[in-house]
C-alpha cells in the first residue's frame, strides 16, 4: 500500500468563515474546510481524502495544512483522512486501497444542485424495496433534504451574473471551478452536491427515485436511479468448534456458528 498512516497524528478540521460580524458570529463557507495534522515525516508529501476519495495534496515536504472541498452530507458524518506519501505519487488517486466497510450494505446518493434551484426547495427520496415498483407514497428519508441549509449558500442580490439565478438571487455564491463536481455546472462554476447515505439494506437489487419540493409545495417530475446492486459483506462468525479429525484421511469436521 503506498499511503502512509503512521506518524500522522492530531488530524483537525475547522469551518472557513465566509463573512464574520462584529459580534463575532460567522457563516461558514460552503462546502470548505481547513485540514490541519501533525506529522513526523520530512520527506513525504500529504494526500487528504474524503469519505473515501481524493480531495488534494500538498506541495512541499513542510505542509500541514490543506484547504479542500467537502460533500454536503446532511444524513450522516464526513470522514476526512491525511496520508503520506512518496513525492512521486502525490498526483495518483489511491482511494481504490482505503477500506469501505462504513457503506457495507448501504446506498450512497450523490444529488448535484444548482444555483437555479429555489431556496427553500428540498428532496425526498423513494425507493422500490426491491420490488421493482417505486413506493412514491413513503419517502425513506427520515426527515425532508433540504438542498440549501443556509440561505448564505444562496448568492445574493446583483452580486453577479444578474438575471441567471433566482429572484433577488444571483450565483455569485456558487463554488469555483475545480472546487466540486468538475465539468457538472455552468462554464467556470462547478456543479456543487449532496451526498445521502440509506440504512443498511438486505441483498437485492433496488432502484432509487428523488423528487425536489419547492417552499410553495410543487414537485417535480420523479428523477429515477439505474438498478443498483446491494451485497452486503458476511456476517462473522461468533463460534468455531471441531467436531472431529481423522488422521489417517485429514479429514477435519468443523462447526462454526
Not at 513525504?44 to 454536503?72: C, E, H, M, W
Not at 452530507?73 to 481504490?96: C, G, L, N, Q, W
Not at 437489487?205 to 414537485?219: E, M, R, S
Request: charged share 20%; aromatic share 12%.
Amino acid at each position: 500500500m503506498s499511503l502512509i498512516s503512521q506518524g500522522i497524528n492530531n488530524v483537525r478540521v475547522f469551518n472557513l468563515p465566509q463573512s464574520i460580524w462584529p459580534d463575532g458570529r460567522c457563516f461558514a463557507a460552503p462546502r470548505t474546510a481547513l485540514v490541519k495534522w501533525r506529522s513526523s515525516w520530512t520527506d513525504k508529501i500529504y494526500q487528504i481524502y474524503v469519505n473515501g476519495s481524493f480531495a488534494g495534496a500538498t506541495v512541499d515536504f513542510y505542509a500541514r495544512q490543506l484547504v479542500v472541498a467537502l460533500p454536503r452530507s446532511p444524513m450522516t458524518a464526513v470522514r476526512v483522512e491525511v496520508f503520506a506519501v512518496e513525492p512521486k505519487y502525490a498526483h495518483i488517486d489511491f482511494s481504490s486501497e482505503l477500506s469501505q466497510q462504513n457503506y457495507t450494505g448501504r446506498v450512497k446518493l450523490k444529488i448535484l444542485r444548482s444555483q437555479r434551484l429555489p431556496l427553500e426547495s428540498q428532496i425526498q427520496i423513494y425507493f422500490d424495496n426491491g420490488t421493482g415498483d417505486i413506493d412514491y407514497d413513503n419517502p425513506i428519508n427520515a426527515e425532508p433534504i433540504f438542498i440549501w441549509t443556509s440561505v448564505y449558500d444562496k448568492a445574493g442580490f446583483a452580486m453577479s451574473r444578474f438575471g441567471q439565478g433566482d429572484f433577488g438571487f444571483d450565483s455569485a455564491a456558487a463554488i469555483g471551478l475545480g472546487l466540486g463536481d468538475f465539468g457538472l455546472g455552468d462554464f467556470g462554476i462547478d456543479a456543487d452536491s449532496l451526498e445521502w447515505v440509506s440504512e443498511s439494506l438486505n441483498r437485492g437489487v433496488y432502484k432509487f427515485a428523488l423528487v425536489v419540493i419547492d417552499g410553495f409545495g410543487n414537485q417535480s417530475e420523479p428523477v429515477e436511479s439505474e438498478l443498483v446492486t446491494v451485497i452486503p459483506d458476511a456476517t462473522p462468525a461468533t463460534s468455531l468448534a471441531i467436531l472431529s479429525f481423522d488422521k489417517q484421511t485429514s479429514n477435519l469436521v468443523l462447526s462454526v456458528n
